[in-house]
């Protein structure tokens, strides 16, 4: 990886390029790229770990609370998890799907990784019909819920840094095989329309990811979305949030061995790169492409509405050793204030419909 990045990078301009691309090869190089090798990256033999990973009740809870939205307000039953990772997430739900609702469901999985594809297959395809693609642009429109967890997070970013006043790009170059950043002054007109779009103004010596490629993805999933709801779970910060002298050096993380990593540039290709996502931009654009801003809500508080305390009342068990039990743990680490799913956002928009807050939550 680091020999294809030496030799990129002294073919680029100025033999720089942006975070951005390297994130992109980094991540998603069909050869190199951390996401499309044949590693296991999810649990605990991986790098990091996501809430539907925990416990089958994730997926579990989305399948019946999609299937009330869908009769209350006369919907299709079709859903598109768009990065489905080792595929738990959609057994759960598929399971859950066949066991209490039992009528027909159209399920499509859309990610780009080979190796997550095969797992997908290996998990699912004995038990459950589904349409798998690589790309959303494969996908005939439909009308349905596209959903996705943690994937916003996972785009290529632009870094920016303000110094003595100036407004810089930080580039990333390469010298005797070891990567280094260089700050150059900022000249990409698309990173000032977002700056001005969501009225940043960076205080002196700090950084920020700037997510270029979320507005692309906003409107590849409303291209295909003729009509339905677009679920977003990631971890982000509002416009306000991400001024706070605390984010000064911005969220731009590696994940390794369940090991946070400050250093991106480290071992390219091996480890996850991560940054917290612009809710408020991923909203405004989202507006832009006719996705209209329902709710957002914190996780914990999603999945008490959603139900989730039934599932506590229906499955009690005194012996802390069954299964049982330790469902119901993994219930608790899901709704505490000091669990995972603090950390993380709900943001539903809906396309070409006319329901409200109510609509979307039983009494």
Known sequence: MISYLQQLI????MNLISYADYISIALYH????????????????????TTSNISDIYGRLIAKWFSQVCERNEFNPVFCEIGAGNGRFARAFLEEWNKSIQTPIDYIIVESSPYHRQLQMELLSKDFSITQVENLNELEAFEGMVFSNELFDAL??????KVNG???????????????????????????????????????????EVPLLMENMLKEISKTLLKGLVVTADYGYSNAEWMEPKRARGSLRGYYQHQMMEDVLLNPGEMDITTHIHFDSLIRKGEHENLKLLTKLRQDEFLLKAG??????DHYDPNPFSEVSKRNRAIRSLIMPSGISAYFQIVIQQKSLNITYNDLFSE
């Open 10 to 13: 002294s073919t680029a301009p």
């Open 166 to 208: 100036e407004l810089f790009e930080v580039m990333i170059g390469c010298q005797n095989e070891k990567l280094f950043e260089k700050r150059v002054p900022l000249s990409n007109a698309a990173i000032y329309s977002f700056l001005e779009d969501n009225q940043l103004h960076l205080n002196e010596n700090q950084r920020l």
């Open 308 to 313: 989730i305390l039934k599932d506590l009342e």
């Open 156 to 161: 290529p970013v632009h870094v920016i840094e």
């Open 30 to 49: 069909p050869e190199f790229g951390y996401y499309m090798k044949d590693k296991q990256k999810i649990g605990r033999d991986g790098d990091f770990i």
